[in-house]
């Protein structure tokens, strides 16, 4: 299939692109024998405007959604081309953060053939529409994955998010504080700069990971990205998101409600088995599973196939 593929491109100081999702979902696309056109900033093709009948060449347009742009902005290009004639080719579009956006979405969506979203809370958003489809969030393992390690690692427990969100682990640190626990929480590096590579490190170097969904968005990226790089998962519990649709609690997490419940759970997590020298292999075996359904059914290329799939069916 010969796709566009809109979305953005940031590049650090050395004019390197800086890995985000939509160019793993770019990757991905390709790996699977597809011809990619991108289209957006960063882009030879930086907007929908100037393709030119390009377009015509091609099966099917599909937007993902990358946030928003060193100047604020969102854009959605094949929503936002002002006349509906200039681009006549079936499309879809992949919300990742409808639950920050919802009437946006809502109002977007109706201009694609096909909706992809990835917070299941939201999915009332896109009621009636004639193709919307659950496509939870996902991780590329080329840049999530467990690194082999001799000990223990330097922190009990940690949590890595963006600058808005991280007063999410407020109570974390303040259990930590109380059990003098080492724990790393923090943002790593900043808009415009590489996050991936030290975020996989640092994660790597806790023996324990915490995350706690933000307006019902689980399972949000971090989980999976816990997930993948192997360690136990404390998560908080939430009857609107959609954790328990693809992980089993004890199974494949720890899950927590209260202050206390989250002490007893980073407690068990971190308790000692074979005479007090070897982490807690409940805990490790627990995070091995999670970590092999991740692998088996929730990487990039696993929404990519699930995209491609549907509108191809659409198609005929």
């Keep these: 299939m010969k796709v566009i593929l809109g979305y953005r491109i ?10 985000s999702y939509a160019r793993s979902f770019h990757y991905y696309l390709k790996q699977a024998g597809h011809t990619v056109l991108p289209v957006g900033e960063g882009h030879p093709f930086t907007d929908i405007d100037v393709l030119g009948d390009i ?30 004639e200039k681009v006549l080719l079936p499309s879809a579009v992949r919300f990742v953060d409808t639950h920050g956006y919802p009437s946006l979405h809502h109002r977007l969506g109706k201009k694609y053939d096909h909706v ?18 659950w496509c939870p969030c996902a ?23 963006t600058k808005g969100g991280i007063d999410r682990a407020d109570v ?30 640092s994660m790597n ?33 939430d009857p609107r998101d959609g954790m328990s649709k693809l992980f089993v609690e004890y199974e494949h997490f720890l899950g927590y ?19 007090g020298k070897e982490e807690n292999t409940l805990a490790l075996d627990m995070a091995k599973r999670a970590c092999s359904l991740v692998k088996e059914k929730h990487l990039i290329q696993h929404r990519v196939e699930q995209v491609i799939e549907v509108c191809k069916t659409k198609l005929g």
């Design 205 to 237: 170097n806790c023996q324990v990971l915490f995350n706690r969904g933000q307006k019902h968005d689980g399972p949000n990226q971090r989980v999976i990205e816990s997930m993948l790089v192997g360690a136990p998962l404390i998560n908080n519990r």
């Design 55 to 84: 377009w015509k060449g091609f099966d099917l347009w599909i937007d993902i959604d990358n946030g928003r742009n060193s100047k604020g902005e969102l854009r959605f290009q094949y929503a936002n081309q002002q006349r509906s």
């Design 10 to 19: 940031e590049l650090d100081p050395r004019g390197e692109p800086i890995e």
């Design 257 to 275: 409600e209260t202050k206390a419940e989250l002490g007893l759970q980073l407690e068990w997590a971190l308790s000692e088995s074979g005479g």
């Design 172 to 201: 974390l640190k303040e259990i930590c504080e109380n059990r003098r626990l080492e724990c790393d929480v923090r943002e790593i590096g900043r808009p415009g700069k590489h996050r991936w590579q030290e975020t996989n490190r």
């Design 116 to 133: 992809f979203f990835a917070v299941w809370d939201k999915r009332d958003c896109f009621a009636g529409y004639p193709s919307a489809h």
């Design 139 to 161: 991780s590329d393992e080329r840049f999530f994955f467990k690194k082999p390690r001799i000990g223990r690692a330097g922190y009990a427990v940690g949590f890595f998010g």
